[in-house]
Every structure is written in C-alpha cells, then in structure tokens.
C-alpha cells in the first residue's frame, strides 16, 4: 500500500514528539489504543490555565505510519487552539488532510480518542466534569 | 553502487536465474509442441523437454522421475494432496493430522474437509516453533490416514523434524505429507531418507518460474495414490489433467538442476550474510530472534524488536529495502501472524516482528546496508514509543488496562 506524502512527510520528520509532566496540573494525557491491536498513542497537551489555550501538545506512539502521522497532525492542529475547539477535532479531519485509504481510518479515529482523553485528563485534574462522548465502534 | 531496492523477500518469491530463462525461451516460440500430442514431432519434442525435466527435478529431491506430478504451483500441490489422500483412503479412515503454523493452503485444505466429515487435529508448535513429537504420538489414531507437516516454515524458517515425524506416521499406517516449498532447493531433502510419502513444492522459489510446482508421489514401500481433483485428459498418471506447461516445466527442471548443483556453495555464502545481519540485528537492545536457532532454513531470520510496530518500521526504510512484516495493521486485519503467536509470542512481539530472507544474488553490501537502515529506524521508532518509553522507566506494560477496539 502506498502512503500519501503527507503520511510520509510526518513520519519522516514527526512535529512535537515528546513528553510533558504528567503530574503537572495544567497537562492532560491521553494514552489509547493497546500493543496487541499493534498502535498505543500517547497525547498530551499543556494548557494555560487563564485563557483556556493550548500553549504546547506533544505525543508518542507505537504504530503504523498512519497512527504517528495522525498523532504528528493532531499535535499541531491542538496548538493554539482553545480546550473548547479542540474537543471538536474530527477524525475525518485527519483522514482527509492526511489522505488516509479506508484501511487506515482507525489511526484517525485512535487520534481523535487520544485528544478527547487528554482533555477530559485535564479537566478531571481541574475539578471539572468529565465530558462523555458518543461510544464508537473502531 | 549499491543499487536499490534491495530484495530480502526470498520466501516469498525468488528472481528468476538468467540460465533458466535462457532454458524456457525456446519452449515460447520454436519447440512450442503439447507434449501429449503423439503424432507429430512438435510434441514429441515437448515430451522431451518435459521428460528431462522431471529427471532433473526428481534428482534434486532424491526420487524417481515416474514420482514426479507437474502441477501448477504448490498451493495446487497442497490442494491435491490433502483432498486426493482424504478421498483415495476414505475407507482406511478419516483422520489427518497438521500443526497450527502450517501454510494457509494446507489448514484451509483441512477446514475444508473438516466441512465434508474429516477430523483433523491441529498440534500446536513449541515455543521455538518445532513439532513435539510425542504430542504427535499421542494424536495418532487408528483411523488417522494423513500426517501433514510442512518441511521448513515460511516465517520462521524452522525445519521440522522430518525423519522423525514421517517414522511416527508409518509406525502408526498412515501416510506422510509434507509442504516443501521452503525447503526443496534451499536445503538437502531426500525423500527416501526422509521417509516422504508426497510432497509438494514449486519452482518459483528456487529461481525458477511462477505458475508451475511439483507434487511428488511416492510408487513404492508403499505405493500411494491420490485422487485427482480436476478432471479432463488424464495427464500425469491420471492425478492432474492439464495440458502441460512446458516452458515453465523447462524452466523448473533447469532451476532444479542449479539448486543441486549450487546448493552447497550458495548456503555456505548465504548462510554466512544471514548470520551477520541476525548478529549485528541482536545488538540492538530488547530484539528477539523466533523460531529454533539449530534447526532453521539457512537464508531466514525472523526478529522482533520490541516496542516498534512493524509495519512503521518497514515504512522507515521500504523504498529501499522490500522485506515482510509479521504485523498487519489493517482494519480488515488487526490480527498479526498466527505463526508468531502460535509459538507463544505475545502480540506486542508479533506485531513487532520482520522477515528477512536472503538469497542467492543477496550481497555483503546490500546486508551492511540493512543493517543501518533497520537500526536506525528501530532507535528512531523507540523514540518515539510511548511503549519504550515506560519500558525505559520500569513500568509494567502487561498491568495496563488496555482500552480494547
């Protein structure tokens, strides 16, 4: 199967691989996916607590080309983005700038997850209710 | 210049050797005779071409050319093995044994007959992939007519014990099947020695062409037969109609002929490259060679690197290196290779395995090169791990709680 040079282009020079500190009270981590489905995606992001903003989002993952491109993207588009936009973050976002085939639609649907989770991380550290999202099928 | 791609997918397929091609174009054009036409010398001449082939053929493997049934692959080999022998003995009994890391074409053959009131028992493999030989013992029953257990395995490579297996099936009156296309022309395989009773395997893997294979049966001690599964002229002792490929038959006796006379030299050379490429591979922290070091094809090495998906590993260097991975990371298939878990292998390491297999025109350079590209793709991949990452700082990864798709 051929990859997109967009898939290539992430997966040759990944944006924003890295770690925050987990216990920081203004990071939120996501950790989806599981090593025997063969992709783990870890996402963090690091929020101003006065304006809502995402000053900084990092990610790891155990994947395909298409998972850590689609985590690489995920991180760049959360950048700069208010907590409240970026849980709007579709994964069909991410299949259509990546041009992701059908087979590997479920990359863009663990990215979205890791984006969720992370936010509801973040809002649990700040005693805010966990938002609940639709169940989906992967 | 090293020229790229470099081609490590021998077990897949193999390039053609220009001496068997040089062989086969003359069968195209000027000698292009059905070699069952019996009236005129173009078929004379075609049967014998084929007649020289199936000599050369027969030589490789130790049989009588009489033994030798063209077919049009292996998986055609399998098919009329397995379902030729569940048919011709219905009356001996219904039970055929296998293993789980058989090829597709010989567990689905089994599934299939299962549906038409075969039994089969599936052993499963031991943790270096070999066949336990008292698990086989124990299987056997009087009812039990077919053993089929393939020679060398696709993935892993390990060679199974033949000898051992094949005497545990006569002891016991049942015959001896084996899948030798891994095996035949890589390795020395003798089918009196060995104890085969048929086996089937293909050119296309031994430097010759796609489309055509052998299937070997067995006409004395005991005489075997098996029942034909495509009807027509009664070609090749009645158990295959078709009219013959004779290029490809040409071509497969000529490539059969070179693995004979080759082999010690090619498996002394390549053998040598397999082994710097797995030592060097070792090196790299957390990698895993699978499958029995001892008893293991000469040009194959399956490795694991931990915490590295494979499928994102083989993208870290695929443009220039064509090699097999045994993950699949697809929705239609999450699942990666029932052969590496069927030796015991947690997912993670199945998902994290490669294939490499070398081949006769593999060089000293194209192996160096290899190693770097894959190197540095793992250390680059663990960077960005998460995996590796807590593995690094001594969690537990099997204490997760996965969320499960």
Sequence with gaps: MAYSDKVIDHYSNPKNVGTLDKASKSVGTGLVGAPECGDVMRLQIQVDEATGIITDAKFKTFGCGS???????????????????AVKIDNMDLVEELNLPPVKIHCS???EDAIKSAINDYRVKNGLEELVFEERIH | MLKLPIYLDHNAT???????????????????????????????????????????VAKLIGADAKEIIFTSGATE??????????????????????????????????????????????L????????????????????????????????????????????????????????????????????????????????????????????YVRRKNPRVKVTA??????????????????????????????ARTDMAADTERISKLRDKLENALKQIDES??????????????????KYVEGEGLMMGFNKDIALSSGSACTSASLEPSYVLKALGLGDDLAHSSLRFGLGRYTTEEQIDFTIKAVTDTVLKLREMSPLWEMFKEGVDIDSIQWAHH
């Design chain 2, 288 to 305: 895993y060679v699978n499958g029995n070091p001892a008893h293991r094809l000469p040009h194959v090495s399956n490795i694991s690197f």
């Design chain 2, 124 to 215: 499963e493999v031991q943790p270096d992939g070999l066949v336990d030989l008292k698990a086989l013992e124990a299987a056997m029953r009087p009812t039990t007519i077919l053993v089929t257990i393939m020679y060398a395995n696709n993935e892993i490579g390990v060679v199974q014990p033949v000898k051992e297996i094949s005497a545990i099936a006569k002891k016991h009156g049942a015959l001896f099947f084996t899948d030798g296309v891994q095996a035949v022309g890589k390795i020395p395989v003798d089918v009196i020695a060995d104890g085969i009773d048929i086996m089937a395997f293909t050119a296309h893997k031994m430097y010759g062409p796609k489309g055509v294979g052998a299937l």
């Design chain 2, 77 to 122: 080999g399998d098919n009329l093995a397995i379902k030729g022998v569940f048919e011709m003995y219905a009356s001996k009994g219904n039970h055929i044994i296998t293993c789980t890391t058989e090829h597709k074409a010989v567990l689905d053959t089994c599934k299939h007959l299962e549906k038409l009131g075969a039994e089969v028992t599936y």
């Design chain 1, 67 to 85: 998972a850590i491109a689609s985590s690489s993207l995920a991180t760049e588009w959360l950048k700069g983005k208010s907590v409240d936009e």
């Design chain 2, 229 to 258: 599964q495509m009807d027509g002229g009664g070609h090749e002792r009645g158990m295959r109609s078709g009219t013959l490929n004779v290029p490809g038959i040409v071509g497969f006796g000529k490539a059969a002929e070179i």
């Design chain 2, 14 to 56: 193999t390039p053609m050797d220009p001496r068997v091609l040089e062989a086969m174009i003359p069968y195209f054009t000027e000698n292009f005779g059905n070699a069952a036409s019996r009236n005129h010398s173009f078929g004379w001449h075609a049967e014998e071409a084929v007649d020289y082939a199936r000599e050369q």
């Design chain 1, 109 to 111: 649907v663990l990215a």
